[in-house]
């Protein structure tokens, strides 16, 4: 038989340390309700179709893993892995999305902006591209990021942004022309 299930929403997911930008690193307990709220809220807010391959791109020691892992699983989705060569190399990473057509990802700014370079240099613009999310850094859209968009066809870019202590509190969606889009986005509205 199946074990009983005694998790309650107060429980422990897991703890991460901040990089301590404010002052002193600390530890962050995130429990089950404020992830359950967000991958609730991702799914749902997900222009995408329920199958689309998702790039596990983040480190597991970092909080956005656990974004990009369970808002594909919860949806019964492909999660991709790639090495750590791949994830440190923008020509071999823009080789994996499009050979593997990967649908969406989530790339903290430093990396969205190699990526587009090895694009603009390669002149590969992977189609199968639907949905970016950056976040952990603020957001700028350079001239190669909007080239990346304009050339990637219908895909959107998400600016979110949260604290450690609540994961993600702000999301906000750019999509269609991306010479329309601000050069620093908003953080946008709350998350549900």
């Known amino acids: 038989e199946n074990p009983v299930n005694l998790t309650n929403p107060q429980n422990l997911s897991y703890l991460i ?13 995130m429990i089950h309700r404020a992830l359950v709220n967000l991958i609730d809220w991702q799914t749902k807010d997900s222009r995408l179709d329920p199958g689309a391959k998702t790039l596990q791109f983040t480190s597991l020691s970092f909080d956005v893993s656990f974004q990009e892992m369970f808002s ?52 590969i613009y992977p189609e199968s591209l639907r949905e970016i999310v950056s976040a952990g850094e603020p957001l700028r859209l350079t001239e190669c990021v909007r080239q990346l968009f304009r050339r990637c066809g219908d895909c959107a870019l998400e600016n979110q942004y949260g604290p450690s202590e609540s994961h993600i509190s702000s999301a906000f969606c750019l999509d269609g022309g991306p010479d329309q889009w601000p050069e620093l986005p908003a953080i946008g509205k709350p998350v549900a």
Do not use: N
């Open 72 to 123: 594909t699983f919860c949806v019964g989705a492909p999660l991709v892995l790639i090495d750590e060569t791949e994830r440190r190399d923008a020509y071999s990473l823009l080789k994996v999305i499009d050979e593997q057509r990967i649908e969406r990802l989530f790339l903290p700014f430093v990396a969205l902006r190699f990526l587009a370079e090895a694009a603009e240099q390669k002149q």
């Open 17 to 29: 340390y901040t990089s301590g930008s404010t002052g002193r690193p600390k530890g962050v307990a």
